[in-house]
């Protein structure tokens, strides 16, 4: 069974994940990073859709701020802090192409509101890697 999502959806459901999974990824050693020069841009880019009332946000939060630096050209890296084995990069163009990739019991959670930490985690690593790496 194949799901088709949207480009729209692929960046929200990878959205959801970096909310509810960044923190349980960490634990493998590995982190997600930016240029800081990137996120700068990307949280003005933000901030100027909300005064332009483009969206309706009150807050930015931190993982608006990694999903808008994949939109404005940017890429998002996940660091291998112990062995710099499983280093990788990702674009918008991953997003799109892989979120539906993700196993379908995770990815039906995803979809259905049911997900936690466990679905998120499994999503980022599909995203980074192509495959479930760690767990």
């Keep these: 069974m194949e799901i088709k999502l949207s480009n729209e959806e692929s960046e929200k459901y990878f959205h959801n994940a970096l909310c509810n999974g960044l923190g349980y990824i960490q634990g493998y050693g590995i ?5 800081e020069d990137d996120y ?6 933000i901030q100027k859709k909300m005064d332009d009332c483009k969206i309706e946000k009150n ?4 993982e608006d701020v990694l999903v808008e ?7 998002l890296y996940m660091e291998d ?10 674009s918008l163009a991953d ?4 979120v539906a990739t993700t196993p ?3 990815l ?11 679905t998120a985690d499994i999503i980022i690593q599909t995203v980074f890697y192509k495959e479930i790496i760690f767990g």
């Design 104 to 106: 379908i019991e995770h």
């Design 59 to 62: 807050i930015i939060c931190y």
């Design 69 to 75: 630096i994949l939109r404005i050209g940017g890429l």
């Design 108 to 118: 039906t959670d995803m979809i259905s509101g049911n997900d936690d930490a466990t």
């Design 81 to 90: 802090n112990e062995s710099n084995d499983m280093n990788s990069t990702i």
């Design 31 to 35: 982190e997600l990073t930016h240029k």
């Design 95 to 98: 997003v799109h192409n892989r």
């Design 40 to 45: 700068n841009k990307a949280r003005k880019s």
